[in-house]
């Protein structure tokens, strides 16, 4: 069974920094792309950063500058560096991965870490 977890996640004031892991288990195939996405109280899910296995990276316009994705030598580890964090930040942070089956993407998602920036 493919597991994702998540760690990393905390109450940080703004302008403060925090580092999310995710590491996958349950599989030995390499995720096609891995990706954060956070959801706020109230809001929808949406993406903060992927990753695909060529390492070409796509982040959403409210992050770019601030956050960094990275994968450990292209496999089943993903980090998120979180810096110049804003209250508007806060929110459930979800990893996320996506193997090729066949003809169509399955995806698996972690069980998420809480983000909590004050101001």
């Known amino acids: 069974q493919v597991q994702l977890v998540e760690s990393g996640g905390g109450s940080v004031q703004a302008g403060g920094s925090l580092r999310l892991s995710c590491a996958a288990s349950g599989t030995n195939r390499i995720f096609n792309d891995m990706g954060w996405y956070r959801q706020a109280p109230g809001k929808q899910r949406e993406l903060v950063a992927r990753m695909g296995s060529g390492m070409n990276t796509t982040y959403d316009d409210f992050v770019k500058g601030r956050f960094t994705i990275s994968r450990a030598n292209a496999g089943n580890t993903v980090y998120l560096q979180m810096d110049s964090l804003k209250p508007e930040d806060s929110a459930v942070y979800y990893c996320?991965?996506?193997?090729?089956?066949?003809?169509?993407?399955?995806?698996?998602w972690g069980q998420g870490t809480q983000v909590t920036v004050s101001s």
């Open positions: 996320n991965g996506r193997l090729l089956l066949f003809t169509s993407f399955q995806n698996f």
